[in-house]
Nanobody, 121 residues
Framework: QGQLVESGGGLVQAGGSLRLSCAVS????????WGWFRQAPGNQREMVAH???????NYADSVKGRFTISRDDARNTVYLQLNSLEPEDTAVYYCNSPRGLTADQGVWFSWGQGTQVTVST
């Protein structure tokens, strides 16, 4: 099984931006979907964005219009651009490849260490 290494998180003021990266040790092109997930303390992990092989994207309502997911299969890397950040976006962010678009279908990889995003007021 491959590895996922997330990076790019940090501490930012509300309204700021970050760009997260996910380096994948296998060919991302072999997987139809790639997604970004986040988990805040006391909450379940949730998928906030996903992208398919042809670039079709979908976002959770809470991040729509502020976050942008993209994939670069030539570099085996998945990105998440976070704009207009809000304190409610504070969480550990993870990438993974969903087996499908419902939560019960699971993901293809073991979870990486994630990257912490903290948004201050």
């Amino acid at each position: 099984q491959g590895q996922l290494v997330e990076s790019g998180g940090g501490l930012v003021q509300a309204g700021g931006s970050l760009r997260l990266s996910c380096a994948v040790s296998r060919s991302t092109n072999r997987f139809k979907y790639w997604g970004w997930f986040r988990q805040a303390p006391g909450n379940q992990r949730e998928m906030v964005a996903h992208v398919d092989k042809v670039g079709t994207t979908n976002y959770a309502d809470s991040v729509k219009g502020r976050f942008t997911i993209s994939r670069d299969d030539a570099r085996n890397t998945v990105y998440l651009q976070l704009n207009s950040l809000e304190p409610e976006d504070t969480a550990v962010y993870y990438c993974n490849s969903p087996r499908g678009l419902t939560a019960d279908q699971g993901v293809w990889f073991s979870w990486g260490q994630g990257t912490q995003v903290t948004v201050s007021t």
